[in-house]
């Protein structure tokens, strides 16, 4: 049973958990930097993954498929996902454990705890409500190939960049039914 949007919610969920597991790491008097970079760049490489493989798998099918003004939501997304980005990238120029990159963190968590909100009750819901459920099968077993395929553990091969939101709903509107 692979089910996009179930797959999606469970990172979104273990994205707030490895936050919050930063946190605890944190508060303690002299925090682990090793543990505390650990956590950061597991996560850091999954919330890039996790854009990449939307926009690669999820967005195309909701511009196709979604009812609830699909373009908006993806311009809102993948505006979204290059803010998400920016953060982890500020963080890789950051010493682990230095204000300047818990503040990169911060810009990170905060752009995507604003985007994870959006995107359930935005894209999410849009893509439950509109579209076959043999389709959302389908995406999830092309999630998981893609995780499979990246091993969950680097970007290399995948591109970080920031991405044209214009343009990428203009490159991806052209085959709605
Ligand atoms: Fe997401
Ligand atoms: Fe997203």
């Known amino acids: 049973m692979a089910d996009v ?7 979104h969920t273990w994205f707030r958990e490895q936050f919050a597991e930063l946190d605890r790491l944190r ?10 970079g650990a956590v950061w760049s597991a996560l850091a490489t999954k919330l890039d993954l996790h854009a990449d493989a939307e926009e690669e798998i999820f967005y195309p099918q909701l511009l196709r498929l979604g009812e609830e ?10 505006g ?11 963080a ?4 682990v454990g230095s204000d300047a990159w818990w503040d990169a963190v911060h810009q990170a968590r905060e752009a995507n705890d604003e985007h994870m909100g959006e995107e359930e009750h935005e894209g999410l819901a849009d893509m439950r ?3 076959p459920a043999a389709l959302i099968e389908e995406l999830g077993r092309a999630w998981t190939i893609y995780f499979a395929q990246h091993d969950g553990t680097t970007t290399d091969g995948v591109d970080t960049s920031d991405k044209d939101p214009e343009q990428y709903v203009a490159e991806h509107s052209t085959d709605r039914r």
């Open 5 to 11: 949007i179930d797959l999606i919610l469970k990172d």
């Open 27 to 36: 508060a303690v008097e002299q925090p682990d930097l090793d543990a505390i």
């Open 69 to 78: 003004d699909p373009q908006e939501e993806t311009l809102d997304a993948i």
């Open 129 to 131: 409500l509109h579209a």
């Open 92 to 95: 890789a120029q950051k010493k």
């Open 80 to 90: 979204d996902h290059n803010d998400i980005r920016d953060g982890v990238a500020a």
